[in-house]
């Protein structure tokens, strides 16, 4: 998270909407799958690590087993024992779990490839009032904290002789002994930050000069904008060029 940004961290934040708000007008499967893909391929490049994503895709595959489970629109597919599957809860199975794994893989990517300091400098230097800019730039600071407080809080409680298997029970234990603990004591380190920051003056004058201030280069400009032209054409295609599963619902 400390490396250079080759990109303005804004036009980064902007490109994530976009891509955020196209996720959510594609209708084929095809194309969100062609699309999750690319994600994904994007996110190992880019090393964005997280320790949640075995999670992530578990939940991803429940949203989609419970899709084809429990939805039965359009014609049947194929019979699984006394399970009828159909095309219309494969496709919304496809489409649901595809939003979620492109929105979370996405965030992943940006938080991974943008220094929280960078992105408040930009949004300062956009205009925004410093006092709102900080506010990002504080919840991805915090993000590895938690993290570390959750893995310290779990380590502690397994000392203590709590078992923390990977059964419905334990998950639901786990959750129960280990959140708040760890609620609490991340909250006393935003207290500290919050303290700190009253004493170093922050909010007592209107205005905050930057030491690097970080303005949108006509290439980011540019290289939003194709972010927008490839959103409207994926749209596009998506809608216009389905694949005949479609045909089926």
Sequence with gaps: MD?????NPLAKFLILIV???MVFQISDPAYMVLFVAVVIVAKVLTNARSTLTKGVM??????????VIFNHSGDIAVTILFLDVNWGGI?????IAGRFLALITMSWIFVATTRASDFSSALISSGMPY????LPALAMRFVPVFQVELSAVRDAQVTRGLRLDKSIKGIVRAARYTTMPML?????????????????GFGAYPKRT?????????????????????AVAIIYFSRCYEIDLLVHV
């Design 3 to 7: 490396k250079p940004n080759a990109i």
């Design 19 to 21: 891509l955020s708000v």
């Design 58 to 67: 578990w939940f991803a595959f429940a949203i989609f087993l419970a899709q």
């Design 91 to 95: 496709v919304t199975g496809v489409l």
């Design 131 to 134: 006092r709102f800019a900080y």
């Design 184 to 200: 609490i004591s991340a909250m006393s380190k935003v207290n500290t930050l919050a303290a700190s920051m009253t004493g170093r």
């Design 210 to 230: 930057l030491l690097k201030p970080l303005r949108m280069t006509v290439w980011d400009i540019l290289l939003v904008i194709s972010s927008i032209v490839l």
